[in-house]
């Protein structure tokens, strides 16, 4: 059965997220929120984790992951920049983006598409989020939690619970967060390509 953490949204309580942390460390998925809409997580390089991902969500080898990154600083060193790349995503984040960006050698061989050699990255404007990957001190990786069945991801963490409770190790909760996902832009090629319209505004990349 998976852990329930009932989580205050603008002062976690810092006892839940360190045993959420404990737990990731130790090799636990969760299912947990962000500013758009609720995620699967597990540690980074963690094969097991991703397998339970795929697993869950039904996804062949081709699926971008994403590593979720307390700042752009952590996400520097997981992809390459070039200056007007930089630029645009410095602009852009935190907040509900995620960008496609060609992975470094720091980021595990499994977790790259593996054709491209690139990673979804995301810096998310959400305190619960924050506080997690804080604790942790290093990127989350992730992906939205949107069963093959359904055509919006879950949004509230009781029926998260219900549903996944044999499926994942931990599910926090701190409320409604949504049901859009990112704007996902790929930026491999060095121009911006808007992959899917979603809770991040597009204009500034059109």
């Not at 852990?3 to 006892?15: A, E, I, S």
């Not at 947990?32 to 540690?43: E, F, M, N, R």
């Not at 595990?108 to 001190?137: C, F, N, S, W």
């Not at 996902?181 to 059109?206: H, Q």
Request: aromatic share 6%; net charge negative; glycine share 8%.
């Amino acid at each position: 059965m998976a852990k329930y953490f009932d989580v205050h949204p603008d002062n976690p309580q810092r006892r839940s997220i360190n045993s959420v942390v404990d737990g990731i460390r130790s090799g636990a998925l969760v299912a947990y929120p962000t500013d758009s809409c609720y995620a699967l997580g597990c540690q980074l390089g963690s094969r097991d984790g991703m397998d339970r991902i795929r697993s869950i969500r039904q996804l062949d080898d081709r699926h971008h992951f994403t590593l979720m990154c307390e700042s752009f600083a952590q996400m520097g060193q997981f992809v390459h920049l070039d200056n007007d790349v930089f630029r645009a995503i410095k602009a852009a984040t935190p907040g509900s983006y995620t960008f496609i960006l060609p992975a470094t050698k720091e980021v595990p061989r499994q977790m790259m598409h593996p054709k491209k050699k690139t990673v979804g990255v995301r810096i998310p404007d959400h305190t619960v989020t924050q506080a997690l990957l804080a604790e942790l001190g290093e990127p989350l990786l992730s992906s939205t939690l949107l069963l093959p069945d359904q055509e919006e991801p879950l949004t509230q963490g009781w029926d998260i619970k219900e549903r996944l409770d044999h499926l994942v190790d931990s599910v926090i909760d701190s409320g409604d967060c949504g049901t859009e996902p990112t704007t996902v832009i790929d930026f491999s090629d060095g121009e911006a390509e808007i992959v899917r319209r979603g809770a991040g505004d597009t204009s500034r990349f059109e």
